[in-house]
C-alpha cells in the first residue's frame, strides 16, 4: 500500500543544454525496484526564460523524451497575470516498460530565477512528497530509493538530502580541484542538487530573490528535521573556469549575507553551516595546504566583491549561471567514477 506519492520536480532554464540526459538518469533512478510500486506518479518540469523568439532546447529534450518512453507530455504556458493555459498536448499510451501512470507536464514560463520555478513547481506538483533535482546533474539509480526510505524511516524529517559528488577528473584545472575540496567534508546543511522535501513542510513560499535556495531551506525547514542520505549519490560537474569559481564563490558569499540580514530569524537553530575545523586538519593533505589557502583568499575577495556590488544592486544581481558547469563531455564518466 502507497502511503505517500512522489513528484518528481525540475527547474530548468531555457538554455539548458543537456536537459535529457539528466531526465534519463532521474527516471531510472524513479523506477528503481526498491521504491513501491507507482509511487511516483508525475515529473514535472518549469523552464523559465522561454520566449517565442529564442530557441528551446530542453522543451526538445523534454519531448523526444517523452516519446522515447512512451511518456503522457502536456505543455502548460504559464502567465505572469492571467490564468495557464495548455499551449501543445502530446498524448501517449504508457510505455510496457514500467512507467504505468507517469506522466510529464512542463510548465512554461517567461519569466526568469529558480526560486520563482521552485515556488511555481510547489504550487503545481501532485505528490505529498517532492523530489528536487537541478537540470544539469547526474543521478545514482538508487538514489531517489535511499531518499525515499530515509523519509519514510523518519515521519519527523521534513528535508532528506542526496551526497553531491563533484564529478573530478584526472587533469581537472586547478578551480575544479580547489572547488571539490569543500564536498569531503559534511557541513550539516543540505545539497540543493537532489533532495525529498514533503510538500506540506513550509509555511509559505520561498523568497524569489534567493541566493542559496538550499541554504534557505535548511533553516527554513529547520536543522533537526533535515538529514542526509550519504547512499544517495547524485553528480555533478564542478566549475572548471577562473570565472565561474569565482562567481560561484560572490554568490555563496552573498547568499550567506543575505540569510544572516533578511532571514536572520531562521538562524535560532545554529548557522546554515558548520565548520568541522577539527576533520579538515585531520584529513586535508599536506600538498593541499597550498588549494586551501587560496582559496581561502578568493573566499574573503568574493566576499568583498559582493559587499561592493550590494551597494549598487539587489542581491539576485548576484546570481549568473556557470557555464563549465554543463560540460559534461570533458567530464569523467559517472560510471568510470563509481567504478575506480
Known sequence: MIDETLSLVVPCRADEPDLGSTLESLLAAGLSSQLPAGCVRELLICLNGVGSDRPCPPLLAVRAFCARHAISLREIALSSTGPAQTHEQYQSSPGAEGQGALTCRVLLAAWRGKPRAMNTLWQWACGDLLLFCDADVRIDPQAIAYLYARMRAEPQVGLVAAREV??????ASIWSRMGALPYRFNFGNAGGRLFLIRKDVLSGPMPEDLLLEDAWLTVAVGKQHVRKAVQAQVFFVLPQTWRDYFAERVRAEGGKM??????ANLLANGPVAAYPWAEFLRTI???EYGLV???????GLAGLWARRRLKR??????????????RWDTAASV???RSG
Open 166 to 171: 563533484p564529478m573530478l577528473e584526472a587533469e
Open 258 to 263: 543575505q540569510i544572516r540580514r533578511q532571514h
Open 285 to 287: 593533505r599536506i600538498h
Open 293 to 299: 589557502l587560496l582559496a581561502l583568499g578568493i573566499r
Open 313 to 326: 544592486a539587489g542581491f539576485y544581481s548576484l546570481y549568473r549561471p556557470f557555464v563549465s558547469t554543463k
Open 335 to 337: 560510471e568510470s567514477r
